[in-house]
Each structure stands twice: as structure tokens, then as C-alpha cells.
């Protein structure tokens, strides 16, 4: 990592108020930009969340916007009304307001003397997310943005539901979180030590869990039709840039942008990282100069110079050569490629039948509820235990179809999909497929996974119940991923009913039979020709080193007993498995202004081996934020969910204290049926 000490404008920074349009509320900014003494205006550009820039963020933020800003922007970062240093109270995720108010955001942006009238926006998760959905808006500044590791599908690629299935893992673990994070006091630096004590009840008093209301829409409705970019393509006018990790959820995201946004609007790079920004050096890498490409992104699109990034490939991709099974890699190995045009002209549908000599009949897949503790983690991080290990105990817990040996190497780049023809015992199933890479020693490494809820399987917008004894031929698409597989391996499909704790399971045990004869997967097969057959006036695909301004000088205090970031244990006697979870967002951590913030949390996910029904998962929080004498605030609070046969049961509860003194304490108590999941 090269750090950029001097640059060749003057930076200031400024914490401002914005005003929004219903007069009342105003938004804290933070504005670092060029101030020469002949500075001429410059374009701004915006980083818009709820995840508080004066300490939660902060070690991030200065990482980049002062950067911006001494490459000749005005880089604003703001959080959202309700959060952090903001005026008003919290609201639904993505809701109207939020984006309403980034709409009044980027205009008044535009209208600052020091501000060209040219606005980006940018983000990473939350961040890409609104960014692409208040671009979808079309505010008349806004003509370009950089969103990273997002969605443009609220529904089936968020943290609430996949393949129309509950995410049991991250439905219950970021509701859980938000509610934590929504609880946050304003800091009295910024709102003033009279204020913030006021500001903060008021919030506290309307808060309500996401869960709640994630829980109440269990199929694609018009509550997640909105903000979900999807839904209408076309609405966006801005140039978009789309980043993504192979080790990140929302990757998926950045091939559908590139195949439905015009071909001189968008361009896509997919990496090797998990669920970080792309230069910041958290496994797995490697990490890419990040900010430089970017300011060729703002550069082409916001100050009209011809950077060359609109010649660049539609699509670049990151190929993983084979791996063996870890839960993290410092550097992934591989080589970059790129797509001028997506879908690609060099990828091609190779279609393999499971059955095989041995599999011609009926199969049954009636897999152990824990089947999926070995997923790994739904949000990887750069952590130490984020990816999934070997797969071994989770094939054994599955019905498994292999390849035989390959005999030369295979590339797949793109959504594999799997085609079923089965039946399930019950009216209400999932069936989750797997795609590895089994090595000659045995070991297996995941590639890619994908999951349907049955009951969804003719569309998410509605509820289907399946009638046993019927054989239906399902077909569903895969995560997204680059990877070869070399010769010697073998290539297996593994099927499950279950996939605990990233699925929620349905209230009934289930037991499926698949015929593999009429079942098969289908791999988009890159042609590595391809590379070779380019034009030789294309110049191979490199990134820069990675830059950053200089750190923040920011302490971090261990815990003083560390416990595991993930933890199985198996309890013999009830026959009850146990996955406790850390999730490690940064821990304790004190600043330069004297704050001490202190973060712990535990996500705990509990079941029985034989019964769907005894699933339980809860997330616990702890945050602290004090600054000498003079400022002491905590937030305590715990999320249970469970289910009987017919609804969902939510439990929360949250305590806050000021000085010892309690502000607020809540305690929700919530049903509701179980309509799909």
C-alpha cells in the first residue's frame, strides 16, 4: 500500500448542514475539497449512509476522501436522516425518505459556488446500493457513479431471501445488527452537548425491527420491487461503474448491470475479494489500485477528459486457478480476463447429465438439518474464518454426482445452472445444489451454490405448494464465480434439503427423489482461446498498486478474551448442533479526538440434526461510545427469532443508557405466518 502524503491541490475539510425538503431536517456533512487560494470549481462527489462518518467509518473514510479531494473533487461524505450526526429519525432500509433525501443531497451539491454542478455518487454495500437506486431517480447532477458490492435485487439477492428461501443467516444477524446500529446516539462534538440527549430519545422511541417487516413480505412483492433496480433498467441515466468480489454476495449484481445497461454506460470488474472495498488489502487479494481507476471513472464522466476507461472491456473478470479448501486466502491465484461484450461471445453452455453409470434411478435426498455449518460466512469479510473449509462433511451429508476425471482444463466464468427432475414428499421444500472442485487426495473446495425455495419455483412473486407423488423438472441459477478446474479433478454436484443456518428450514422434514438421468449441470465454459485470439492492439488487462491518503490514526484494543470467530460444537445427548459467531466489524477502537468506542457482538444459531422446527438463531450486541468525563452512552440489545410449523416468533429487546442512566428500554414481541418461508 502506497500512502499519498502531498497532492497537488491544498485540501481542507468542513463539517456542514444540508437541508432537505420538507424544511425541518437537516443532514450532517463532512466535506473535504480543494481550496487554493485561485481554486476553480470542481465536480463533487457523494458517499451517502447510515453507518456514522465521526467513528464507525471513519478509519475508511479517511482513506479516500481526502484522496478525491487532492485529485481535484469535492468528496462529501453524509449521513442519512436519523443516523450518526443527522437530524430527523430512522427509517426502513432504502425507504422513500432516504432516497428522497440523497435526491436533495446531490442537487444541492450541485448548487455550491465551489461545485461544477457535476455530481457522482459512490458506496460500497449500503452506499452501492442507494447510490444505484437514487441514479435510478435521475436527479439532473448526477452523471456518473461507482457502486461496490450491492444489489440491484432487493429481494433474491439482499440479506432477506434466496431463491425465494429465508435467509436464516443474515435475515436475523443484520436485523439484529441495524437494530444496534439504528440505537447509536448523535455525537455531542457535531449536534452540541444539549442537543444530543434529545436527539437521541426521539430516535430511540421510534425504533422498530427491520425483522419485523423483512418477515412480513415472504415473497416478491411492491415492497421490494421498490428500490430494486431490476425492476426497470432504463431509469438509469448515469454511467455506472459496478464492482464486485467472487467472495461477496452481491456479485451477481455486477454481470446482470453489464448485460442490461447500455454499452456506453456501464462497465464491470469482478474480483477475487470478499465483502470489501478492493484496495484496502483484506484477503482474499489481490487488492488493485481501486481509487486510481475510479478517478478515471470521474475523470471521463465528470470533467470530460478521455481517460480510455470506455475502451476498456465491458466486463474484467478475475479467473481462480484451483484452490485447495481454506477459510482464507492472503492472495488468490489466477490472472485477469475480459468480456468486451456480456453475455460473452467466448463463453459458451456445456451441459453434463448427473446420472451415470450407478445413478440411472431415482435418488433420495433427505439431508441432516445442520447440513450448510459449514457454509461459511454469508458477508466474508477478510477475516480469518469468512470462507467456506473443506467440503468433505457437507458432501458426506448430501447426495453428491461426479464427474470423472478431467482431461484438460476447464473455465467456467458466469451463473452455472442446475436442471432437476424430482419430486419432494412434501408440499413445502428447498433443494440446494453445490458445485465443487474434488481434488485426486479427496479434498473438496466449494466453487459455487445456489438455492430454491420449491414453493417459489414458478416465480417469487407467488407461492406454490408442490403435490407429492408428481415429478416437476426444476431449474435454478447458481452464484456467479470464475474459476478453473484442472485436469485429474473431478467436478461434483452436491444436493441437500437443507442448508442450516443460511437457509431457514420449513416446518415439515422433507425427503426429495431426483432422477439423475433427466437432471444436469450447466457450465458457462470460457474458451481460453480467447485471450490468445484479442486483437493486437489490446493491451493486456493491469491495475495500478493500491493508494490511500495516510491513515487514520486510530488504536485498536483486542478483547480480553478472545473467543472463536466461528465455533461448531455438537451436543451428544440432545443431538443438538451450535454455531456461535463473531462477527468482527472492527472491535474497540479509540480516536484521535480522545472517543473510545467499544463493539462486541455474538450471533448464536442452534438445531437438532432430525427436527426443522427446533432451529433457533440470535444475535446480541454491545456498543459503547465515551469521550473522557464528559460523554458516556450504551447500547445493549438482543434478537431471537424461532418458528413453530405455521409462523415466524420474534423476540427483541433493547436497553440504552446515558451516564450510567437508563434512556430508553424496549422489548418487542412479534408473529407472523409463515405465507412461503
Not at 419 to 447: E, Q, W
Amino acid at each position: 500500500m502506497k500512502y499519498r502524503e502531498h497532492y497537488d491541490r491544498q485540501v481542507s475539510r468542513e463539517d456542514v448542514w444540508i437541508p432537505t425538503r420538507d424544511g425541518r431536517t437537516h443532514l450532517h456533512a463532512r466535506i473535504w475539497r480543494p481550496t487554493d487560494a485561485e481554486a476553480e470549481p470542481v465536480p463533487a462527489l457523494l458517499e451517502y449512509l447510515p453507518y456514522r462518518k465521526t467513528d464507525w467509518t471513519a478509519p475508511r473514510d479517511a482513506q479516500r476522501h481526502p484522496w478525491y479531494a487532492g485529485h481535484g473533487y469535492a468528496s462529501v461524505r453524509v449521513d442519512i436522516r436519523g443516523h450518526g450526526d443527522s437530524e430527523g429519525t430512522p427509517g426502513d432500509e432504502y425507504d422513500a425518505q432516504e432516497l428522497a433525501d440523497g435526491v436533495d443531497v446531490v442537487n444541492w451539491l450541485a448548487e455550491q459556488p465551489w461545485c461544477t454542478g457535476k455530481v457522482g455518487m459512490f458506496g460500497i454495500s449500503w452506499g452501492g446500493f442507494n447510490s444505484l437506486q437514487v441514479a435510478a431517480l435521475a436527479p439532473e447532477p448526477l452523471k456518473a457513479i461507482v457502486t461496490v458490492c450491492s444489489t440491484d435485487d432487493r429481494y433474491d439477492n439482499d440479506v432477506h431471501y434466496t431463491g425465494g428461501a429465508v435467509l436464516g443467516i443474515d435475515m436475523l444477524a443484520w436485523a439484529g445488527t441495524m437494530l444496534a446500529f439504528a440505537a447509536r446516539p448523535p455525537d455531542p462534538t457535531s449536534v452540541g452537548k444539549d442537543r444530543w440527549l434529545p436527539m437521541w430519545r426521539e430516535r430511540l422511541e421510534v425504533l422498530d425491527p427491520f425483522l419485523h417487516t423483512w418477515l412480513a413480505h415472504q415473497q416478491r412483492d411492491d415492497y421490494w420491487r421498490h428500490g430494486s433496480v431490476c425492476e426497470d433498467y432504463t431509469a438509469i441515466d448515469a454511467a455506472v461503474l459496478a464492482v464486485g468480489g467472487w467472495n461477496d454476495p452481491y456479485r451477481d449484481t455486477v454481470l446482470r448491470l453489464v448485460e442490461h445497461l447500455p454499452d456506453d454506460r456501464v462497465r464491470g470488474i469482478v474480483g477475487p475479494w470478499s465483502h470489501q472495498y478492493p484496495d484496502r488489502g483484506l484477503p482474499p487479494g489481490p487488492a488493485i489500485g481501486f481509487l486510481q481507476e475510479t478517478l478515471r471513472w470521474w475523470d471521463q464522466h465528470l470533467k470530460g477528459e478521455d481517460t480510455g476507461v470506455m475502451r476498456e472491456p465491458k466486463l474484467r473478470a478475475w479467473l481462480n486457478d484451483p484452490v485447495p479448501p481454506a477459510t482464507s486466502y492472503d492472495v488468490m491465484p489466477g490472472r485477469w480476463v475480459g468480456d468486451y461484450n456480456w453475455p460473452s461471445s467466448s463463453v459458451s453452455w456445456d451441459e453434463r447429465p448427473l446420472g451415470g453409470a450407478g445413478t440411472a434411478g431415482p435418488v433420495l435426498v433427505r439431508s441432516p438439518q445442520h447440513t450448510g455449518l459449514d457454509a461459511g460466512r454469508f458477508f466474508p469479510f477478510g477475516n480469518a474464518s469468512d470462507l467456506p473449509p473443506d467440503q468433505r462433511e457437507e458432501d458426506g451429508r448430501s447426495v453428491c454426482f461426479d464427474s470423472e476425471p478431467l482431461d484438460g482444463r476447464v473455465e467456467i466464468l458466469g451463473r452455472p445452472r442446475v436442471r432437476l427432475r424430482l419430486d419432494s414428499a412434501t408440499p413445502r421444500a428447498h433443494v440446494v445444489a453445490r458445485v465443487c472442485d474434488v481434488a485426486p487426495d479427496g479434498s473438496s473446495t466449494l466453487v459455487t451454490r445456489g438455492v430454491l425455495n420449491l414453493l417459489s419455483r414458478h416465480g417469487r412473486d407467488r407461492a406454490v405448494e408442490w403435490t407429492p407423488g408428481t415429478y416437476e423438472t426444476v431449474e435454478f441459477e447458481l452464484n456467479g464465480t470464475g474459476y478453473a478446474f484442472p485436469p485429474g479433478h473431478r467436478i461434483r454436484v452436491a444436493v441437500s434439503d437443507t442448508y442450516w443456518p443460511w437457509v431457514w428450514p420449513h416446518g415439515e422434514r422433507g425427503q426429495l427423489t431426483v432422477l439423475p438421468a433427466d437432471s444436469a449441470l450447466l457450465l458457462p465454459v470460457r474458451d481460453p482461446a480467447s485471450d490468445e485470439n484479442e486483437d493486437e492492439g489490446r493491451e493486456p488487462i493491469r491495475f495500478e498498486e493500491p493508494e490511500q491518503a495516510p491513515p487514520l490514526p486510530v488504536t485498536y484494543e483486542r478483547p480480553a478474551e478472545a473467543t472463536p470467530e466461528r465455533l461448531v460444537t455438537y451436543d451428544v445427548a440432545k443431538g443438538e448442533w451450535t454455531l456461535e459467531v463473531d462477527p468482527n466489524y472492527g472491535g474497540s477502537r479509540i480516536y484521535p479526538d480522545g472517543l473510545r468506542y467499544e463493539e462486541s457482538a455474538r450471533e448464536t444459531y442452534r438445531i437438532r440434526a432430525d427436527d426443522p422446527l427446533s432451529a433457533r438463531a440470535v444475535s446480541e450486541w454491545r456498543i459503547r461510545l465515551r469521550r473522557g468525563d464528559d460523554w458516556d452512552a450504551e447500547i445493549m440489545t438482543r434478537t431471537e427469532l424461532r418458528a413453530t410449523a405455521t409462523e415466524f416468533i420474534m423476540d427483541s429487546r433493547m436497553e440504552t443508557r446515558a451516564d450510567g442512566e437508563t434512556v430508553v428500554e424496549r422489548a418487542w414481541h412479534r408473529t407472523t405466518p409463515r405465507t412461503s418461508a
